[in-house]
């Protein structure tokens, strides 16, 4: 068996559910492994590369992220030699057609789109970190690939512990045949939970009670709730005590959380280094290290230091000298001789690696993370530490769910190293002992499809197999699945609601009874109020959508209610029809686009003032200076507002029914109110019934309706033929994989870009791909005339595209942002990077050299596809040009 040849070259015994996976494959099954952080899933893969390399074949091992691919990569390469291994990831090619090549899930995608002659052979494809399925904006990819491989490739996919693995392994045995699920949720190294408070350190549970009965209920330690209740008392008596001469909150009690490098240093006395810390930004992050700088703190010994030092060198010996001070290259390398560093996505990639590389020697023993290093970067720790248990998701601060605890803690305990793994959370006042214990003792980590048609998608399924038979493929992925087993438990509540209402019916007299009817008047006063509401709602938008298209710049407002109320200047009209958004700055400084949600009555121009040429509105002194003009003109806000009177106030048909409510035989009868206590049961049940069964309607099939939408603005747009074919300007589309796909297709359509030097065109494309962390914008036109131009008409197809989008309700393409314009324009020309940085800020803060290197390669990365597809030859060497230019210094480096 290729089994025992394979298990002999380990330097360790095979787990059971490795050993179950691995026959299973080698059977000729397809499967699916669900396990565990850390418990050696990918030997599973390896074994499948082994398989195809016996058998004379190809084995493709995928993975989500090209940081997980240039690791994979070395791991492959050191096992089976050079010659056998490749690596593909975007702008990455090395040794394409051997054997063994490792590659982003995107990069195989488009390989099964453009029907590669790379893929003949290919016996066995690995999807490593599978669970990224769920990720809403690259989820789709994944589902894409496992329902377009051929049937004969067997597939490998290997997941984080899910709490729905069978659901997911029935859907695979569906699209791809003979699946086997193997779940294991036994972590390789136990996890001891702790809480740290002040400088003392508790276990969570009460192990004790855990020995005597395993299957006993975790009971939080009596220690732990003792001293917390020390803790809160102290604190009560803290705040009630009067404040003294010097004397700050809580600095009696001691109820602070330990100051980072006191952390550290305890972890280091209780023999728990090297150990990971979990802070929720970047700024946190190296606000950390620099705290730690800032202390005695040293981890390491001469020797280790002199050690860290060669592989600094070894990884950014080639980026220029004269930008080491701007990408803060000296603060890093002293961090890193004393052993702490920071990792997040802001960094250059250089650096990270580097941070990498040296954790896994054991060189590096404090790094502070952002959550994003928890997604199959292997780099474990001995123990991972949380300082909040609350993180901002791009919207909201939430608190963390017990699947997001568990991905963070998993990265404790190094198999072959530790013999168990810690997970610390720091206490701090308001943090409770049952919260944390509910996290670490719930194990819900539902897998759920973030599968969306797109316009490439739909264009590339289109080309490959006609409208029929694309419907029926989308009718196959797991979102479908997944709705239609929850339409399963929709029906059956639906049956369950229909029995209660026929009780009610009978109740009531049943449906021939005046009790009944009365009860239906009613129902129908009710429906007819909320249809007049809606109208009232629907007429005051209407109002307030023309009046924000009338406006003009310079033009002054009052904005009646929310957070930026008062008054505002309008920098830049709007005149969509549908959904006007124009740009304002407000008395306090705020600029940004307003929608007709702001206005329950319409915008009125009260005054007008002179705004500068060009207003350069994300710089602070611009707004401080036009803000300050605004409250200087006199002009003064309403302090009240007209309001459109109800419909209803005047309905002839509400009024008709409410007539012969009060004219009806029960209205007066002395059982009313317990019989209308009924009525008004049948009928709340009858409405969550009818809303039920619309859920139903629009849930099935779903996912091909939305299709069929954009197959017809496909159409409409000249990308489909009347005959159902693919056109040229489809066949452009079907090469474009941005999120901005279709309006790249309509700008190389209408030559929108032409006539622009490479610096311009870098600029353009930047504004589809760039998104600021702040409110995007379309107010800077771009530092030439040239650009300027193209930014606008760029701006007006996605306006036009954005109408019928909503005309075909299909999801909106985002809207272009000319946050990185700038900067991208500069560093194509060859300026230098400390004034690029700056540039491509916001509020007066650099941007972080880490972010700048990842937005210039996604920039590359579309101006490679416009390369490839612009019909204009001078676009197409434009681009090629641009970049060239853009891939220089640190950019260059990293992109080697």
């Given at each position: 068996m290729e089994l025992d040849l394979f298990a002999a070259q380990l330097s360790f015994p095979l787990d059971g559910f490795q050993a179950e996976a691995c026959r299973a494959l080698e059977s000729g099954h397809g499967v699916l492994v669900c396990a565990p952080t850390g418990a050696g899933k990918t030997v599973i893969g390896e074994f499948a590369v082994h398989l195809a390399l016996k058998s004379g074949h190809k084995c493709f091992y995928t993975t989500p992220i090209k940081a997980l691919s240039n690791q994979k990569y070395a791991d492959l390469v050191e096992r089976y030699g050079k010659a056998d291994v490749g690596l593909l990831t975007g702008d990455v090619s090395i040794n394409s057609d051997a054997p063994v090549v490792v590659m982003t899930t995107e990069v195989l995608r488009n390989m099964l789109y453009a029907n590669s002659p790379t893929l003949r052979g290919l016996s066995h494809v690995v999807m490593d970190e599978v669970h990224y399925l769920a990720d809403r904006f690259r989820g789709a990819v994944w589902e894409e690939v496992i329902l377009h491989l051929p049937d004969d490739v067997r597939l490998v996919s290997l997941s984080a512990t899910v709490s729905n693995a069978e659901e997911f392994g029935a859907w695979m045995e569906t699209v791809r045949g003979d699946t086997e699920v193997v779940v294991d949720e036994v972590r390789p190294i136990p996890l001891w939970q702790h809480m740290m408070v002040g400088r003392r350190l508790f276990d969570l549970f009460d192990t004790t009670a855990q020995d005597a009965d395993p299957a006993a209920r975790l009971v939080i330690d009596r220690d732990l709730v003792r001293h917390l209740k020390q803790r809160q008392s102290l604190d009560r008596y803290d705040n009630w005590q009067p404040r003294g001469r010097g004397r700050g909150p809580s600095q009696s009690s001691g109820t602070r959380p330990l100051p980072r490098p006191e952390v550290i240093a305890r972890l280091d006395e209780e023999g728990l280094l090297p150990a990971i810390t979990f802070i929720f930004s970047r700024a946190g992050c190296d606000a950390a290290v620099a705290q730690c700088l800032r202390s005695r703190l040293r981890l390491t010994t001469d020797e280790q230091a002199d050690e860290i030092v060669r592989i600094i060198d070894k990884h950014t010996g080639e980026l220029p000298k004269h930008d080491l001070s701007v990408l803060g290259y000296w603060e890093w390398r002293e961090g890193l001789e004393r052993g702490i560093a920071g990792h997040h996505a802001g960094m250059l990639p250089a650096f990270r690696h580097t941070v990498e590389e040296l954790f896994v020697k054991g060189l590096v023993r404090a790094v502070f993370a952002t959550e994003t290093l928890a997604l199959g970067i292997n780099m474990p720790a001995r123990t991972v530490v949380l300082e909040r248990l609350v993180k901002y998701n791009g919207e909201t601060h939430a608190e963390l769910t017990p699947g997001e605890y568990t991905q963070l803690t998993g990265r404790a305990g190094r198999r072959g190293i530790d013999v168990e793994g810690h997970a610390v959370v720091l206490w701090q006042p308001g943090v409770e002992a049952t919260e944390v214990a509910g996290l670490a003792s719930t194990r819900t980590f539902p897998l759920r499809?973030?599968?969306?048609?797109?316009?490439?998608?739909?264009?590339?399924?289109?080309?490959?197999?006609?409208?029929?038979?694309?419907?029926?493929?989308?009718?196959?992925?797991?979102?479908?699945?997944?709705?239609?087993?929850?339409?399963?438990?929709?029906?059956?509540?639906i049956e369950k609601d229909e029995r209660a209402l026929a009780e009610l019916r009978e109740q009531l007299g049943g449906e021939d009874s005046e009790y009944f009817e009365y009860a239906q008047l009613r129902e129908r006063i009710r429906a007819r109020e909320r249809q007049l509401e809606r109208q009232g709602r629907t007429d005051r938008r209407g109002d307030a959508v023309a009046a924000l298209t009338a406006l003009r710049r310079g033009d002054?407002?009052?904005?009646?209610?929310?957070?930026?109320?008062?008054?505002?200047?309008?920098?830049?009209?709007?005149?969509?029809?549908?959904?006007?958004?124009?740009?304002?700055?407000?008395?306090?400084?705020?600029?940004?686009?307003?929608?007709?949600?702001?206005?329950?009555?319409?915008?009125?121009?009260?005054?007008?003032?002179?705004?500068?040429?060009?207003?350069?509105?994300?710089?602070?002194?611009?707004?401080?200076?036009?803000?300050?003009?605004?409250?200087?003109?006199?002009?003064?806000?309403?302090?009240?507002?007209?309001?459109?009177?109800?419909?209803?106030?005047?309905?002839?048909?509400?009024?008709?029914?409410?007539?012969?409510?009060?004219?009806?035989?029960?209205?007066?009868?002395?059982?009313?109110?317990?019989?209308?206590?009924?009525?008004?049961?049948?009928?709340?049940?009858?409405?969550?019934?009818?809303?039920?069964?619309?859920?139903?309607?629009?849930?099935?099939?779903?996912?091909?309706?939305?299709?069929?939408?954009?197959?017809?603005?496909?159409?409409?747009?000249?990308?489909?033929?009347?005959?159902?074919?693919?056109?040229?300007?489809?066949?452009?589309?079907?090469?474009?994989?941005?999120?901005?796909?279709?309006?790249?297709?309509?700008?190389?359509?209408?030559?929108?870009?032409?006539?622009?030097?490479?610096?311009e065109l870098a600029g353009?494309?930047?504004?589809?791909?760039?998104?600021?962390?702040?409110?995007?914008?379309?107010?800077?036109?771009?530092?030439?005339?040239?650009?300027?131009?193209?930014?606008?008409?760029?701006?007006?197809?996605?306006?036009?595209?954005?109408?019928?989008?909503?005309?075909?309700?299909?999801?909106?393409?985002?809207?272009?942002?000319?946050?990185?314009?700038?900067?991208?324009?500069?560093?194509?020309?060859?300026?230098?990077?400390?004034?690029?940085?700056?540039?491509?800020?916001?509020?007066?803060?650099?941007?972080?050299?880490?972010?700048?290197?990842?937005?210039?390669?996604?920039?590359?990365?579309?101006?490679?596809?416009?390369?490839?597809?612009?019909?204009?030859?001078?676009?197409?060497?434009?681009?090629?040009?641009?970049?060239?230019?853009?891939?220089?210094?640190?950019?260059?480096?990293?992109?080697?």
């Amino acid at each position: 068996m290729e089994l025992d040849l394979f298990a002999a070259q380990l330097s360790f015994p095979l787990d059971g559910f490795q050993a179950e996976a691995c026959r299973a494959l080698e059977s000729g099954h397809g499967v699916l492994v669900c396990a565990p952080t850390g418990a050696g899933k990918t030997v599973i893969g390896e074994f499948a590369v082994h398989l195809a390399l016996k058998s004379g074949h190809k084995c493709f091992y995928t993975t989500p992220i090209k940081a997980l691919s240039n690791q994979k990569y070395a791991d492959l390469v050191e096992r089976y030699g050079k010659a056998d291994v490749g690596l593909l990831t975007g702008d990455v090619s090395i040794n394409s057609d051997a054997p063994v090549v490792v590659m982003t899930t995107e990069v195989l995608r488009n390989m099964l789109y453009a029907n590669s002659p790379t893929l003949r052979g290919l016996s066995h494809v690995v999807m490593d970190e599978v669970h990224y399925l769920a990720d809403r904006f690259r989820g789709a990819v994944w589902e894409e690939v496992i329902l377009h491989l051929p049937d004969d490739v067997r597939l490998v996919s290997l997941s984080a512990t899910v709490s729905n693995a069978e659901e997911f392994g029935a859907w695979m045995e569906t699209v791809r045949g003979d699946t086997e699920v193997v779940v294991d949720e036994v972590r390789p190294i136990p996890l001891w939970q702790h809480m740290m408070v002040g400088r003392r350190l508790f276990d969570l549970f009460d192990t004790t009670a855990q020995d005597a009965d395993p299957a006993a209920r975790l009971v939080i330690d009596r220690d732990l709730v003792r001293h917390l209740k020390q803790r809160q008392s102290l604190d009560r008596y803290d705040n009630w005590q009067p404040r003294g001469r010097g004397r700050g909150p809580s600095q009696s009690s001691g109820t602070r959380p330990l100051p980072r490098p006191e952390v550290i240093a305890r972890l280091d006395e209780e023999g728990l280094l090297p150990a990971i810390t979990f802070i929720f930004s970047r700024a946190g992050c190296d606000a950390a290290v620099a705290q730690c700088l800032r202390s005695r703190l040293r981890l390491t010994t001469d020797e280790q230091a002199d050690e860290i030092v060669r592989i600094i060198d070894k990884h950014t010996g080639e980026l220029p000298k004269h930008d080491l001070s701007v990408l803060g290259y000296w603060e890093w390398r002293e961090g890193l001789e004393r052993g702490i560093a920071g990792h997040h996505a802001g960094m250059l990639p250089a650096f990270r690696h580097t941070v990498e590389e040296l954790f896994v020697k054991g060189l590096v023993r404090a790094v502070f993370a952002t959550e994003t290093l928890a997604l199959g970067i292997n780099m474990p720790a001995r123990t991972v530490v949380l300082e909040r248990l609350v993180k901002y998701n791009g919207e909201t601060h939430a608190e963390l769910t017990p699947g997001e605890y568990t991905q963070l803690t998993g990265r404790a305990g190094r198999r072959g190293i530790d013999v168990e793994g810690h997970a610390v959370v720091l206490w701090q006042p308001g943090v409770e002992a049952t919260e944390v214990a509910g996290l670490a003792s719930t194990r819900t980590f539902p897998l759920r499809s973030s599968f969306r048609p797109s316009y490439n998608m739909s264009i590339n399924l289109i080309d490959r197999m006609g409208a029929t038979e694309a419907r029926g493929l989308l009718e196959r992925s797991f979102a479908q699945f997944q709705a239609d087993r929850s339409v399963v438990g929709m029906v059956r509540s639906i049956e369950k609601d229909e029995r209660a209402l026929a009780e009610l019916r009978e109740q009531l007299g049943g449906e021939d009874s005046e009790y009944f009817e009365y009860a239906q008047l009613r129902e129908r006063i009710r429906a007819r109020e909320r249809q007049l509401e809606r109208q009232g709602r629907t007429d005051r938008r209407g109002d307030a959508v023309a009046a924000l298209t009338a406006l003009r710049r310079g033009d002054v407002i009052g904005i009646p209610v929310g957070r930026r109320s008062g008054l505002a200047v309008v920098l830049e009209p709007d005149h969509d029809p549908t959904d006007p958004r124009p740009l304002v700055l407000t008395e306090d400084k705020w600029a940004g686009r307003i929608s007709a949600a702001d206005f329950p009555s319409p915008a009125q121009a009260l005054g007008t003032m002179r705004l500068p040429r060009h207003v350069q509105h994300r710089t602070a002194r611009t707004r401080r200076d036009l803000a300050s003009a605004l409250r200087s003109t006199g002009i003064v806000a309403p302090t009240r507002y007209s309001k459109r009177k109800s419909p209803a106030a005047s309905d002839r048909e509400l009024a008709t029914l409410r007539r012969a409510l009060r004219d009806h035989p029960c209205h007066t009868a002395p059982d009313r109110e317990r019989l209308s206590r009924i009525g008004e049961r049948y009928n709340r049940l009858a409405r969550e019934v009818d809303s039920k069964r619309q859920k139903v309607a629009a849930t099935t099939n779903s996912l091909a309706r939305t299709f069929d939408r954009i197959l017809r603005l496909l159409a409409e747009r000249g990308y489909i033929d009347t005959d159902g074919g693919v056109t040229e300007n489809g066949h452009r589309l079907m090469r474009l994989y941005s999120e901005s796909d279709l309006l790249v297709a309509e700008c190389l359509r209408h030559g929108t870009w032409k006539g622009l030097s490479p610096a311009e065109l870098a600029g353009v494309v930047s504004a589809l791909v760039f998104e600021s962390r702040q409110d995007a914008t379309t107010a800077d036109r771009g530092p030439t005339p040239p650009l300027q131009r193209a930014l606008g008409e760029t701006v007006r197809l996605w306006s036009a595209l954005r109408t019928d989008e909503v005309a075909h309700k299909l999801p909106l393409t985002r809207e272009p942002d000319f946050g990185f314009v700038t900067a991208i324009h500069m560093w194509a020309r060859g300026e230098p990077l400390a004034d690029t940085l700056l540039a491509a800020g916001d509020r007066g803060q650099a941007l972080s050299a880490g972010d700048f290197v990842r937005w210039c390669r996604q920039v590359i990365d579309l101006l490679d596809q416009v390369h490839q597809t612009a019909p204009d030859p001078e676009v197409r060497s434009a681009a090629a040009k641009a970049v060239g230019a853009i891939r220089r210094g640190v950019v260059a480096v990293d992109a080697a």
